[in-house]
């Protein structure tokens, strides 16, 4: 008994050391990139990752799917991902914290997190809520019609998905050990059932009615993942800080993501309709087979809660695991009333706030930490409104390019602009009316 409680001690100290977001972890304490990459693995079991492949497959042939994919996750995203995991890794602190060098304190607290809150708790939401409309098919409740009983689902799942990011960071990497492989399990479940029902051939030589344009099909792919360059370091800190480890730690996330698009797409092509709901009702998954979507979606939204959790921490100055964890309880319970609220009804909207708004933020963050601080990292104080002006304007360059004038890949458009218009902000102003927040040279 003395030999366990031992073990325990350690293993929750250990977690409470992660788990408080203004304190570096120190590089004893670091691993090799494979834990973090499995439990960050878990952002991409997602349905709606996988509804986005299949609104892919309703537009594109199979090819088209698995070149926009390729460019969109293997190249794109890769290198937002492995980029921003080297800053968390080089500094061992989230992202939320890490803004704090080029956006300053003050305006870190109140702007940067309060976005990754508000966008997090969101995509928690949606995700829950997508996983009680499957419940409630599963037992024949129409949660159309039904609302009490889908209210409910929403509440109890809610809570269940909260209770390993309340345990913390251990708990979810043991958690992930599980859930990746049932997550995998129902991936090839769904393209096993897709060729059973509709054959290779019909699959393969799939001519949808509707073309979509490339640009947009990329587009669309890196807006299921262009969250995670700002998020990453909210994970990537626990490993060392590595090119190689930075790189080699977005892989599982990537290989998760390619799977779930392009069998989205799969199973699209022969249900037609986008909805995974009614996708999975019309390809006859077996009742057991929502428990393992459930394990698998259980790791999304550890993550979601999780990262949503520290952010709030570093507004309110959190400096305790205890705080944290009651942080992270506030945000489930806000996610669980806006689930409840509709925000599925607004999923596209919230596609589009994922887009012009974490690439700007992401690539802010970058910029200032290798060519302005030369891998180096301060807490600095006050309010940098270079970075505000910054930000503004990818955002408007964003919204813009994004949905009036769709032209080219907007996501790396909207990141590269964005990083040169901080940058050469910055250079002016620190030759101007140079502060604290302007390089030295």
Known sequence: MGLW?????????????MDVPLNPIPLEKRESWIGPAIVYAGVQFSFAVVMAGSGLGLGLSIKGVILATIIGLVILSWLGDSINAYIGAKTGLPGAVIARQSFGTLQARIVASLVMVMLHTGWWAINTTLVANAFCTAF?????????PWAIMI??????FIIPALLGYLSMKWMDYIAVPAGLLIFIMGIYLSIKTHGMAGIVNWAPKQTMPMSVAVSTVVGTCVCQWAMIADYSRMHRPTWRDSLLMPSLLIAVGVVEIILGAIMAIGVGTYDIVQIMVSLGYPFWAYLLLFIAQWTSQIVAVYSAGLSLGNMVNAKDAKTQKLLTLIIGVLGIILGI????DKFMDWLLALSVVFAPLASIMSVDFF????EEWEDIDGWNI?????????????????????IGIPPLQIYVLTGVIYYVAMRIKAAIAPDRFTPES
Do not use: C, H, Q, W
Not at 155 to 160: E, K, N
């Open 386 to 406: 270079t970075a505000t002006i910054s930000l503004i304007a990818g955002v408007v360059i964003g919204y813009y390019n994004e949905y009036k004038y769709p």
């Open 371 to 374: 060519f302005l601080r030369k």
């Open 341 to 344: 609220a509709g925000i599925l």
């Open 5 to 17: 409680e031992n073990l325990k001690n350690k293993l929750m100290a250990e977690s409470e050391e």
């Open 140 to 148: 024949g409740i129409d949660y159309t019609k039904n609302f009490l």
């Open 155 to 160: 509440v109890v799942l809610g809570i269940i």
